[in-house]
C-alpha cells in the first residue's frame, strides 16, 4: 500500500510539474501573443539574413554583447510568406545551449510592424529599450546578474561555441500567429 501510495505520490508530482512548466511557456510567449491552435495552423515562413556579415555559422566579429567588448544588434532579415491580415512580425531571440535562455525569446523578443509579403527587418541596437518606430519591446531578455539589460542580449556566451537562433512569428491585430520560420543566428 505505501509503495502504491509513493507512485501515486510521484506522479501528482510530475503532472503538477508539467503544469507548471506549460503555464511557464505561456506567460513567457509575451503579450499580445496568442499559441492556442495556432501551431497546427501557422503557415511557414522563409527567413534569410539581409546582411552578408551574417551566415549562420559564427556571430559576426562585434555582434557580441557588451560585457564581451561588443556592440551588437540584431541581424537584419528578410521574411518572406506572410500572409494576408499580416500587423507584425515578432523575433524572439535565443540561445540554444544556454538553458534559461534557450527558449521563447531568452535574448529578449522585438516586434516589428508588417503586412503581408515580404519584409526587411533592419538591425537594431542591442542592450537598450530604445527602439526606433515601427519596433517595440514585446519582452526584455531573461539575463540575470551581470548580464542582464534592457531589450535584446546579444550573444553573451564569452566565445564558447554556443548556438544562436531566432524564431519568427507573423502576427495578426487579434495577435494569433499567422506563420512561423526559425534561422540560425551562429555560435560565439
Known amino acids: 500500500m505505501n509503495t502504491l501510495f509513493r507512485v501515486s505520490s510521484?506522479?501528482?508530482?510530475?503532472?503538477?510539474?508539467?503544469?507548471?512548466l506549460?503555464?511557464?511557456a505561456v506567460f513567457a510567449l509575451g503579450a499580445g501573443v496568442t499559441t492556442d491552435g495556432d501551431a497546427a495552423e501557422a503557415s511557414k515562413l522563409d527567413v534569410a539574413f539581409a546582411d552578408p556579415a551574417w551566415n549562420g555559422k559564427k556571430i559576426p566579429k562585434g555582434q557580441q554583447c557588451s560585457k564581451f567588448g561588443g556592440k551588437g544588434s540584431t541581424p537584419a532579415l528578410t521574411v518572406e510568406g506572410a500572409p494576408e491580415g499580416t500587423v507584425e512580425i515578432v523575433v524572439a531571440y535565443n540561445d540554444r545551449d544556454y538553458r534559461p535562455l534557450s527558449k521563447n525569446g531568452g535574448h529578449g523578443k522585438?516586434?516589428?510592424?508588417?503586412?503581408?509579403?515580404?519584409?526587411?527587418?533592419?538591425?537594431?541596437p542591442g542592450e537598450t529599450a530604445?527602439?526606433?518606430?515601427?519596433?517595440?519591446?514585446?519582452?526584455?531578455?531573461?539575463?540575470?546578474?551581470s548580464y542582464a539589460r534592457a531589450g535584446y542580449l546579444p550573444p553573451c556566451?564569452?566565445?564558447?561555441?554556443?548556438?544562436?537562433?531566432?524564431?519568427?512569428?507573423?502576427?495578426?491585430?487579434?495577435?494569433?500567429?499567422?506563420?512561423?520560420?526559425r534561422i540560425v543566428l551562429g555560435r560565439y
Open 157 to 181: 556566451s564569452g566565445g564558447r561555441g554556443n548556438l544562436y537562433y531566432a524564431d519568427v512569428m507573423v502576427i495578426d491585430a487579434n495577435g494569433k500567429v499567422l506563420a512561423k520560420g
Open 110 to 124: 522585438i516586434g516589428y510592424k508588417a503586412g503581408p509579403g515580404t519584409t526587411t527587418i533592419p538591425a537594431l
Open 10 to 20: 510521484a506522479w501528482g508530482g510530475a503532472r503538477r510539474c508539467a503544469l507548471a
Open 130 to 145: 530604445d527602439m526606433p518606430e515601427g519596433a517595440r519591446i514585446v519582452a526584455k531578455n531573461r539575463a540575470t546578474g
Open 22 to 24: 506549460l503555464l511557464a
